[in-house]
């Protein structure tokens, strides 16, 4: 017989609310399951923040009795969500991983996501780890201790959304809000076998404004494609606060099943000989690339023109760290990543006029992007060129600063393009591999329309720790 705990922890958002609607279970069912899955899993790969268990139980609470009436609130009443904490959420501290952070006072305002999904009645269970301020591509803090891989403790979540990574591959929580900078919600997601989506940059609205300025998004973190075209219509639109901002989009979740019949991919399997690719790696993404094929997408082989752009992202990136720490006297200093002190002292160093060359080189990195995609609906590479590595460590044997092994996923901040990593398979570690996904700005739904028929088709994967 099926542990009902299971059960409720391994079901996607649409099927939670499929069940709420049709009695057979309830949100707090859901919401008690989920609890008790982050609580088991908390100590095997620290995942979390802080665990909010009795709100989490008393909006669940609320949502059952909406349930009860036939009244739901919206498109996610009773469903359990994690955010990463990064991200303001009402009636707790938001530390970004900082002991530099002052967790007294007052905080009684959403990030406008997190506002968006509490008006749609998610429950909360909790905020999930991050790296200090979100700087680095792996997921362990001054604050918060190492974040691990659910699939192998011993090797990493991936970052800097690893906390929230680990929690759904684990059950604990069917949708997330992460952040990506330069890969944040990509690698994580990758490393744990998840789905994971960078909107467009400005279609999910930010409060307050990411420290690293308009290379950082926020977005969906799910179990599948269409759980995160869900979150996705829940997030984007309007908030004042985010000057930035698109405004009103279309919504992607009816476009789903429209497939990729017809679109025109390019496939690059290591951006034209700059990145060197575990064979692992690049077998088991051609295979999915085949299959996009089998689907009737024509695909070639295409290299974009990305001249490694990783010095221009270092300047904008190691300055936003500068910047970040100013206001630190020297003994606050001395409590931050060394990391971190370490690129905040780099990007100080930098001129105006350095920054904005690095701006010029972002610009026409920009251009040659739109250029490809008037040949090219999609862009499909490997998310990483490797499985997760260690813990411990920025970068594995051989790399100093974590862009060194990221180098399919940051350029794409640079340009602002929608880029989602789908789990393709796994290595002969048993540890997941993924497929990345990119569109032209504006064009979240073919990233989605792709992921969700590899989903259909049964090659990207639900990859559960265990095999469970």
């Known amino acids: 017989m ?5 059960f409720l922890t391994d079901l996607t958002a649409r099927q939670l609310l499929d069940g709420y609607a049709r009695g057979d279970f309830s949100p707090v069912d859901a919401a008690r399951a989920a609890l008790e899955r982050a609580e088991a899993v908390q100590p095997l790969v620290n995942a979390f923040v802080r665990i909010d268990a009795d709100a989490a139980l008393g909006q669940a609470a609320a949502s059952a009795e909406r349930w009860r009436r036939g009244e739901p609130r919206g498109r996610l009443d009773g469903v359990p969500v994690t955010v990463k904490d990064v991200l303001l959420q009402a009636g707790g501290p938001t530390l970004r991983g900082s002991r530099t952070t002052v967790a007294r006072g007052t905080w009684d305002e959403d990030a406008p996501s997190v506002a968006r999904m509490r008006a749609e009645g998610a429950v909360f269970l909790g905020k999930t ?7 680095k591509g792996v997921t362990d803090s ?25 929690a759904l591959a684990l059950g604990a929580g069917a949708l997330s809000l992460g952040t990506d900078g330069g890969g944040s919600i990509r690698i994580p997601a990758s490393f744990c076998g998840v789905f994971g989506l960078k909107p467009t940059y400005g279609r999910v ?23 995160a075209a869900l979150l996705l219509d829940v997030i984007s639109g309007d908030d004042w606060r985010d000057w930035s901002h698109l405004g009103p989009a279309r ?30 790696v690049a077998s088991a993404v051609r295979v999915a690339v085949e299959r996009l094929a089998g689907l009737g997408a024509y695909v070639e082989e295409a290299d974009p023109d990305v001249a490694d752009p990783v010095d221009a992202f270092h300047t904008l990136w190691f300055s936003a760290a500068a910047r970040l720490v100013q206001p630190l006297g020297r003994e606050q200093r001395q409590w931050l990543d060394p990391g971190l002190r370490e690129v905040a002292e780099r990007g100080a160093r930098y001129s105006a006029l350095e920054y904005l060359a690095a701006v010029d080189t972002r610009m026409a990195l920009g251009r040659r992007m739109g250029r490809f995609h008037t040949s090219y609906d999609l862009l499909v590479t490997p998310t990483l060129p490797l499985t997760a590595f260690g813990t411990g460590v920025e970068a594995p044997h051989g790399s100093r600063r974590w862009t060194a092994w990221t180098p399919f996923t940051y350029p794409f901040n640079l340009t602002q393009q929608p880029a989602a990593t789908v789990p393709v398979g796994a290595g002969g570690d048993g540890l997941p591999i993924g497929l990345q996904l990119v569109a032209a700005r504006h064009r979240d739904d073919l990233v989605l329309r792709a992921a969700h028929a590899l989903y259909e088709a ?5 990859m559960r720790p265990g095999g469970n």
């Open 2 to 6: 099926t542990d009902p705990t299971t």
């Open 129 to 135: 780890t991050t790296p200090e301020f979100g700087w």
């Open 142 to 166: 001054p604050l918060s201790g190492v974040t691990r891989n659910p699939h192998d403790p011993s090797r990493t979540a991936g970052g800097s959304s690893g906390g929230s990574a680990a």
């Open 205 to 227: 609205p930010v409060y307050p404004a990411s420290p690293y300025g308009t290379l950082s998004h926020t977005g969906p973190m799910t179990r599948d494609a269409a759980d």
């Open 251 to 280: 919504p992607v979740s009816p476009t789903l099943r429209e497939g990729v019949k017809g679109l025109r991919v390019a496939y690059s399997a290591s951006l034209g000989g700059q990145v060197a690719v575990r064979p692992e």
């Open 458 to 462: 049964g090659t990207a994967l639900v």
